[in-house]
């Protein structure tokens, strides 16, 4: 018997799923025995057969679905049941969600605890959008994390009571992982709602509690962001195409489980911190720099992939599946020759010709952008294109200053220069001395009055560089502040559950309410600026 299956459930997007997959092979510091396993839960019947071009050598097991992320995940729970003896815990995987480089790691420290479920209270989250208090990464994505919260997320937090309030006033409060096979001899597989759009592990949460409470299994949940890493930058993830109208989830919950919680249901709000919390050490080398360095080569790889779909896509004239993927790679920030030159098919293939033309001409001017292949493990493609960017605005910059340093001399220089020469040296010294002085003099005077010139040009034109210079210098520490095409700000970090009435429990300039191995807020604050300072630019050149 091995110590786990790993089940990633896909239904869209085999390009996550294949990087989601290979952050399961590449797990770091492992001594667990595990095998991988992909069930294709999904109303595309044509999609298995796009997971079979990504994977390979692995069982891919396909189920039937209703269109709902609930069937998905309770489909796994009974395929894990029908080989259970062969691994001891199943780890239930989203296809387009990853696991950090040291999850199972981390997730061995936790069975020491011979746990039946494991939940985990928080997990980091990659968005494709700027998000207050998160960490820039590459494409214009950027990373909330609890990198740096210590503690039960729960002591301070009270979850609103779905069955008194609106379901959107707070999300699910945790994500079940880890299943041990023996829980099938107590529960059935029916632990995630199949009807609902958006909260099927909702109900999975209150039935754990239902199961600690009473002593039936041995749940444990887990403060660590060390694990899962949600992709919330997916467009077509669940929580994207539902946005925020819960109304039907509402309504699916209090018809079916009004009643089923009475020990519930009459408090004013849940809190759970009496629950068991189990805190595990972070890993030594999962740093925040290797968080976002973990983030930015999945995003690299996954973009690399989009592209070459995008124009496979067009040479197929299927132009509205590969102007979906231009949207998103251009909103990440994309600017190449394959962008353009696609942008350039899709308008010409709707009758207009005049912007189609107009692409066209954009995508000849990057024509010249080296490409990396797909095959190229270390892909940093766009990177070339963001450094020819910064390089032409550094130009016009330079020329901008340059031009105005000019003007600066002309005008301070010249006019004030001028008319004290011609007051001081003429009117004194001619009428006086016109014949001996004369030949004597002034070419003294008027070498003096040069050199005196030429010294203020002098000083003035190096003052002005100087200042100049001081601008570049700064304009290059702003520079080395950039996560490739994106600003570095301060780092903060998010109340957990969204709830407006708990205090933030960490942000950098203000005081911590957790305790953070007893450094100082200002040398974490310069520890984060450095390190990702650091990560900035070492791949390009």
């Known amino acids: 018997m091995k ?28 001594t667990l025995s595990y095998d991988i396993h992909i069930v294709v839960n999904s109303k595309n019947p044509d999609y298995i057969n796009d997971v079979k071009k990504v994977i390979r050598n692995v069982p891919i097991i396909e189920t039937e679905s209703n269109g709902h992320p609930g069937k998905g995940h309770n489909s796994v729970l009974a395929y894990y049941k029908s080989i259970r003896t062969d691994y001891k815990y199943l780890f239930m995987l989203d296809g387009d969600d ?38 820039m990464c590459a494409f214009n994505h950027t990373l909330n994390t609890f990198h740096f919260v210590v503690g039960n997320l729960w002591i301070n937090h009270t979850s609103p009571n779905i069955f008194k309030s609106h379901i959107n006033q707070g999300g699910t409060m945790s994500r079940g992982i880890i299943y041990a096979g023996k829980i099938f001899d107590i529960v059935d597989t029916h632990l995630y709602d199949e009807d609902v759009l958006l909260h099927d592990d909702y109900i999975c949460v209150l039935l754990c509690h239902q199961y600690s409470v009473f002593g039936m299994l041995n749940v444990i949940w887990t403060p660590t962001s060390n694990i899962y890493l949600y992709n919330n930058a997916n467009d077509n993830n669940t929580t994207s195409q539902v946005s925020k109208d819960y109304n039907y989830d509402q309504s699916v919950m209090m018809n079916k489980y009004k009643g089923k919680f009475p020990n519930l249901e009459e408090l004013s709000g849940w809190n759970f911190s009496y629950l068991p919390c189990i805190e595990v050490p972070r890993p030594q080398k999962q740093t925040m720099e290797f968080k976002i360095d973990f983030c930015n080569k999945i995003l690299f790889q996954i973009m690399i992939q989009y592209e070459n779909k995008m124009i496979e896509l067009s040479n197929a004239k299927k132009y509205d599946e590969a102007e979906k993927i231009y949207v998103k790679l251009k909103n990440a920030g994309i600017r190449n020759y394959q962008l353009y030159k696609v942008k350039s098919f899709i308008l010409a293939s709707r009758g207009d010709n005049i912007n ?22 270390n892909s940093y493609k766009t990177l070339y294109e963001l450094q020819n960017n910064q390089r032409k605005v550094e130009q016009k910059v330079e020329q901008k200053v340059e031009q105005k340093v000019e003007q600066k001399v002309e005008q301070k220089v010249e006019p004030k220069m001028e008319p004290k020469v011609e007051q001081k040296v003429e009117p004194k010294m001619e009428p006086k001395v016109e014949q001996k002085v004369e030949p004597k003099m002034e070419p003294k005077v008027e070498q003096k009055v040069e050199q005196k010139v030429e010294q203020k040009t002098e000083q003035k034109t190096e003052s002005e560089v100087l200042s100049v210079t001081k601008q570049l210098n700064k304009k290059m520490k702003k520079r080395k502040k950039k996560l490739l095409n994106g600003k570095v700000k301060d780092v903060a970090y998010l109340q957990p559950f969204n709830n407006t009435n708990y205090e933030p429990i960490f942000r950098l300039n203000d005081k911590p309410t957790y305790s953070i191995t007893n450094r100082k807020i200002e040398n974490i604050k310069n520890d984060m600026i450095d390190l990702m300072c650091k990560f900035t630019l070492k791949k390009m050149n």
């Open 356 to 377: 189609a033309q107009k692409y066209n001409e954009k995508a000849e001017k990057f024509k010249q952008i080296i490409v990396i292949s797909k095959d190229d493990p």
């Open 3 to 30: 110590d786990l299956l790993i089940c990633i459930l896909t239904s869209k997007d085999e390009i996550l799923l294949e990087q989601s997959y290979l952050s399961c092979v590449n797990q770091l510091d492992n």
């Open 98 to 135: 990853f696991l950090y480089p040291y999850a199972l790691c981390t997730v061995n420290l936790l069975f020491k605890k011979n746990p039946d479920i494991i939940h985990i209270q928080a997990n980091d989250k990659l968005n494709n959008k700027p998000t207050e208090g998160a960490a």
